[in-house]
């Protein structure tokens, strides 16, 4: 499921799980366990998924089961993703296919977003499944996502390829899919030479109306 591998300062984590990489238990212990590592000896973090799919989102398999075991899935994967956009350290997020869903919050939850385009979409699409975004997931869209795109983008639901998601504030930057590796380390090991605690103390500022919000409604 993970493959952890430093290069310089940068912690490279890469979630395969040989098929969609859902967001299920075992990717939630995967990703806690990279990113934990990464506290104890990197200076920023690449998150790379699997080519074709970066991530579809929650498994609808261990939603489906019932109400309490979809909350506790839901609720690991919001501890994870909050982790994620409260995290220490520069987080560059490589997109090699698909982030919808889950997988789109992750985005939005790392700092610096990079993806491909051919046929990747990427976006929310929960209303088009008859879901709503729980609050932690709608707050990290309200911060990250264009405001004159955030209606459509989250109520309506819709899906973007790579060049209308870095428009709308899914991705940064947008490149070919043999750059992407290459280019997620690049920005990793520039961002890696700020001062950490500062660097640290920034993003806790500039989110802090969002961030304030979602640890609310985790407790």
Do not use: W
């Not at 398999?61 to 909050?82: C, M, N, Q, T, W």
């Not at 987080?91 to 610096?112: E, K, M, N, Q, R």
């Not at 008859?130 to 932690?136: A, I, K, T, Y």
């Not at 043999?178 to 990793?188: F, I, P």
Request: with cysteine; net charge negative; hydrophobic share 50%.
């Amino acid at each position: 499921m993970l493959d952890y591998q430093m290069h310089g300062d940068v912690a490279v984590l890469t979630m395969d799980d040989g098929k969609a990489n859902a967001v299920s238990h075992a990717y939630v212990d995967a990703l806690s366990e990279g990113l934990s590592r990464a506290e104890e000896g990197a200076k920023a973090v690449v998150l790379l998924g699997r080519v074709g799919v970066f991530s579809a989102g929650f498994d609808l398999k261990e939603i489906a089961k019932g109400p309490a075991e979809s909350k506790a899935l839901v609720d690991r994967g919001a501890a994870l993703l909050f982790r994620l956009f409260t995290f220490p350290m520069p987080v560059v997020a490589a997109s090699a296919g698909h982030a919808i869903a889950a997988g789109a919050l992750l985005l939005l939850a790392s700092d610096t977003r990079i993806g491909v385009g051919g046929d990747a979409k990427y976006g929310l699409n929960e209303t088009a499944i008859g879901m709503s975004l729980p609050p932690f997931g709608l707050q990290m869209g309200l911060c990250r996502l264009s405001k004159r795109h955030q209606t459509e983008a989250m109520v309506q639901a819709h899906l973007y390829d790579a060049e209308s998601a870095q428009k709308v504030g899914y991705l940064d930057q947008v490149v070919s899919l043999e750059n992407l590796d290459q280019s997620a380390v690049a920005a990793a090991t520039k961002l890696a030479e700020l001062p950490t605690e500062a660097y640290a103390a920034m993003k806790l500022d500039v989110r802090k109306q969002y961030i304030d919000i979602i640890a609310a409604s985790l407790a």
